[in-house]
C-alpha cells in the first residue's frame, strides 16, 4: 500500500507506518555507462555444494524472557561476532557474544530519551553502537558499545515526508548507508494536495555526529517515468488516495548492500546487472551474466492476485499501520479490519510491469562476497544464488532449495546478516510459529 490520505476533510494529516515494502522502479542501464567498465560472467552455472556449519540457535517458547521473540526485524553482527536480534513486538535488542550467549537487552517502549515510539529499522557499526530508526520520534536513537542510550539524532528535513529505508552500517566510521526497495514512509497531506515524489531513488551514507542526520548521495539510481495516475483505493469505510502513482507490481527493485571500502553494490535494473562503486559512490564496474527478464502474462497476474490475497487473509505480507488526525485532532489508529479491506482494493487494482526482473534480491558478505538471489520457476519464487566478488569474479551458485537461508535472503528484509569469519545468521520460525535465529559459518571460499 501507497502513502496517502483518507478522504474526510480538508487540513488532513497522514502518517503510515510499518514494513511497506515498495518494490523498486525499473530500469535499464544508465546512457553514461561505458562498455570499459562492464565484466560478462558465465551463463552457466558452476554448482557450490560446500555445506554451512552450525554454530548455535537461539529462540523458544518456553525459555527465558530475553530468548522468547515476538517479531524478529532483523539481524546483526559487530566486529567482535556478537549477534544483535531486533524484536519491534518487544521494543528491544537483544545481544548475545559469539557463543551464543546472552550479553544484554537494549531499548523498551516509551516516550522517553532512550526508549522506542515506532522502531523500524536497525544496524551495527562494527564497534558494537546500535543504531535504530523510530518513526516515532522520527530520529535515529542511538546506544553505545556498552548498551547505553547516548542520543537521538534527528532524521531532518522538513517533516512533510519522511522515508526511512533499510541502513546498513558503514564499514569505515560512524555513519550508515541507507537505500533499497523495503522502506517505511511518514507523510503530512494538507489541502495543496500531496508532496512531490523523488525523481530518482538515493542510496546515501548519512553521518550521525551532530543533532540532525546529514546525508550524502553515492548513487542515484534510476527511476522510470511515472505513467499512470494515482489509485483511489476504498475499504473499510475509507476512501484512500495515494500520494502517487506508486510502482507497478515485479518493478525490479532497488537492492543494495555495503562493501569493505565503504563502496556498495546494488542493482536496479530487470535485468541481470550488479554495479560495484567505490567509497565516494563512483562507478567501478559493472557485472552481467546473460539472463533475460521473462514476459508477464495475464495468467501470471492473476496468479499473483490470488497469491496476495491468500497471504493477507493468513495475515502475512506487508505489515502496514496507519495513523489518521484531521483539523487538529489526536490521531487515531485505523482498524486493522479496515486496513486490511483497503489493501484487498489495492490487490483488485495492481497494475503490472511487463516483465519480470531477473534479481530478487542482492546482499553482501562481511568481506566483500556479492550474493545474488534470482527468481525461480515461478513468479514469487525463490531461485538460485550466487556468489560473485565486487572485482568481477563468479564464485559459483548455490541451486534452488540448497542454501539454508536462500528464502530470508529472497525476501527483501533484514533477516539475514554475515559477521566476520564466515558467520551468518538468518531467521526461522518452527510450527508454532516462534522465530528463532540460527547462527552458521561459511566455507572458506565464501567468506
Given at each position: 500500500m501507497e502513502p496517502g490520505n483518507v478522504r474526510s476533510g480538508s487540513g488532513i494529516r497522514t502518517a503510515l507506518y510499518g514494513c511497506v515494502v515498495m518494490v523498486g522502479?525499473?530500469?535499464?542501464?544508465?546512457?553514461?555507462?561505458?562498455?570499459?567498465?562492464?565484466?560478462?560472467?558465465?551463463?552457466?552455472?558452476?554448482?557450490?555444494?560446500?555445506p554451512l556449519d552450525n554454530v548455535f540457535s537461539i529462540g523458544t517458547f518456553d525459555g527465558a524472557d530475553w530468548e522468547t521473540f515476538g517479531d524478529v526485524r532483523g539481524v546483526a553482527f559487530d566486529g567482535a561476532g556478537n549477534i544483535y536480534i531486533f524484536d519491534?513486538?518487544?521494543?528491544?535488542?537483544?545481544?548475545?557474544?559469539?557463543?551464543?550467549?546472552?550479553?544484554?537487552?537494549?531499548?523498551?517502549?516509551?516516550?522517553?530519551?532512550?526508549?522506542?515510539?515506532v522502531p523500524v529499522s536497525f544496524t551495527v557499526l562494527r564497534n558494537g553502537t546500535i543504531v535504530i530508526a523510530d518513526m516515532g520520534h522520527r530520529a535515529y536513537v542511538i546506544y553505545g558499545p556498552d548498551g547505553a542510550y547516548q542520543r537521538m539524532v534527528s532524521f531532518g528535513g522538513d517533516g512533510n515526508v519522511v522515508r526511512v529505508g533499510?541502513?546498513?552500517?558503514?564499514?569505515?566510521?560512524?555513519?550508515?548507508?541507507?537505500?533499497?526497495?523495503?522502506?517505511?514512509?511518514?507523510?503530512?497531506?494538507?489541502?495543496?494536495?500531496?508532496?512531490?515524489?523523488?525523481?530518482?531513488?538515493?542510496?546515501?551514507?548519512?553521518?550521525?555526529?551532530?543533532?540532525?542526520?546529514?546525508?550524502?548521495?553515492?548513487?542515484?539510481?534510476?527511476?522510470?517515468?511515472?505513467?499512470?495516475?494515482?489509485?483511489?483505493?476504498?475499504?473499510?469505510?475509507?476512501?484512500?488516495?495515494?500520494?502517487?502513482?506508486?510502482?507497478?507490481?515485479?518493478?525490479?527493485?532497488?537492492?543494495?548492500?555495503?562493501?569493505?571500502?565503504?563502496?556498495?553494490?546494488?542493482?536496479?535494473?530487470?535485468?541481470?546487472?550488479?554495479?560495484?562503486?567505490?567509497?565516494?559512490?563512483?562507478?567501478?564496474?559493472i557485472l552481467r551474466r546473460p539472463f533475460t527478464p521473462k514476459p508477464v502474462t495475464e495468467s501470471m497476474q492473476a496468479a499473483e492476485k490470488k497469491r496476495r490475497l491468500a497471504e493477507l487473509e493468513a495475515g502475512q505480507g506487508p505489515r502496514v499501520r496507519m495513523m489518521v488526525s484531521s483539523g487538529g485532532a489526536p490521531a487515531r489508529p485505523v482498524s486493522p479490519d479496515a486496513?486490511?479491506?483497503?489493501?484487498?482494493?489495492?490487490?483488485?487494482?495492481?497494475?503490472?510491469?511487463?516483465?519480470?526482473p531477473v534479481i530478487m534480491n542482492l546482499s553482501t558478505g562481511w568481506g566483500g562476497k556479492i550474493w545474488v538471489v534470482r527468481r525461480g520457476a515461478k513468479p514469487a519464487d525463490v531461485g538460485p544464488v550466487d556468489v560473485l566478488t565486487p572485482s568481477g569474479q563468479y564464485v559459483g551458485t548455490y541451486a534452488t532449495g540448497t542454501l539454508p537461508f536462500a528464502e530470508d535472503l529472497g525476501k527483501q528484509s533484514m533477516q539475514v546478516a554475515f559477521g566476520p569469519d564466515g558467520l551468518v545468521a538468518h531467521v526461522e520460525k518452527d510450527e508454532m510459529d516462534v522465530p528463532k535465529v540460527v547462527v552458521q559459518r561459511l566455507p572458506a571460499v565464501l567468506r
Open positions: 522502479f525499473a530500469s535499464a542501464l544508465p546512457a553514461r555507462t561505458v562498455a570499459q567498465q562492464a565484466t560478462d560472467l558465465p551463463g552457466s552455472d558452476k554448482a557450490i555444494s560446500a519491534t513486538q518487544n521494543f528491544r535488542v537483544v545481544e548475545v557474544d559469539k557463543t551464543g550467549k546472552f550479553v544484554r537487552e537494549v531499548g523498551k517502549q516509551g516516550e522517553g530519551p532512550g526508549e522506542l515510539r533499510q541502513i546498513y552500517p558503514d564499514p569505515r566510521g560512524e555513519s550508515v548507508l541507507t537505500g533499497g526497495s523495503s522502506m517505511t514512509v511518514s507523510m503530512s497531506v494538507g489541502p495543496g494536495g500531496p508532496p512531490k515524489g523523488p525523481e530518482t531513488r538515493p542510496i546515501e551514507r548519512v553521518a550521525l555526529s551532530g543533532e540532525e542526520a546529514i546525508g550524502t548521495t553515492l548513487v542515484d539510481a534510476w527511476k522510470p517515468p511515472v505513467d499512470s495516475k494515482p489509485q483511489e483505493i476504498s475499504g473499510g469505510g475509507l476512501r484512500f488516495r495515494a500520494a502517487m502513482a506508486g510502482p507497478r507490481t515485479f518493478e525490479p527493485g532497488l537492492f543494495m548492500g555495503p562493501l569493505p571500502d565503504g563502496g556498495v553494490a546494488y542493482a536496479d535494473s530487470s535485468t541481470y546487472t550488479v554495479k560495484v562503486t567505490d567509497g565516494s559512490g563512483a562507478l567501478q564496474r486496513v486490511k479491506e483497503m489493501m484487498k482494493g489495492q490487490i483488485d487494482q495492481m497494475q503490472f510491469y511487463p516483465e519480470l
